[in-house]
């Protein structure tokens, strides 16, 4: 909540023309379907690895907004939620431990999990903040599907080179439990698998 109110006071005062109470009222509208508990994995320790990809999402993006931001208050409201949600990271993982003791999960589902979420953050959460987005500064104009393709497209030649891959991926590895030597000898390949990804991504579109 102190995230929001922090950057919604930053966009009322750098963006003043923008209708921040408009657009999160169609965001929410669009996704609070999709908050119901039969959305919950099926135990307590697979939601929790399923919030560990969230909490990864939100660190690096903010990570890289503050490492390219220009203007001084974004970039430092940026570099501060980004290290609020490498905090709340750190606090779901202590909890999918607790419940990995107890439910004992296959690596194959924690990696489902992990999967998953990843995919439903793509498909829905950016998704309808996107047309949010799009609705409130197009009045009139229809959205489709096509503008956020457009969107995402441009967003991942934009970053191809500058999200932080290798924090990403350690905090993506890490409820897999891997041995500490194979975790370091598959980050590097891991790191370049996901820069390779989106680069040819990008050429591709």
Known sequence: MQHGAALKRYVETAWPDF?????YRNFLADYSPFCTLDRLAETRALEMV???VVETGTATFYRML?????DPVLKRLAAEISTDEVRHYKHFYRYFLRYQALERPSRA??????????AEV????????????FVARNPGIEFRRSDYAAYRD????????????AMAVKMLLKPLGLNAMV??????AITSATRLFMRLYAEKA
């Open 19 to 23: 209708d921040w109470d408009a657009a």
């Open 50 to 52: 399923a919030r560990c």
């Open 66 to 70: 503050s490492e390219l931001s220009p």
């Open 109 to 118: 589902a924690v990696m489902r999990a992990l999967w998953n979420r990843a």
């Open 122 to 133: 793509e498909s829905e959460d950016a998704f309808y903040a996107f047309k949010a987005l």
């Open 154 to 165: 441009g967003v991942v030649q934009f970053a191809r080179r500058r999200f932080p891959h």
């Open 183 to 188: 975790g370091r000898a598959m980050l590097p």
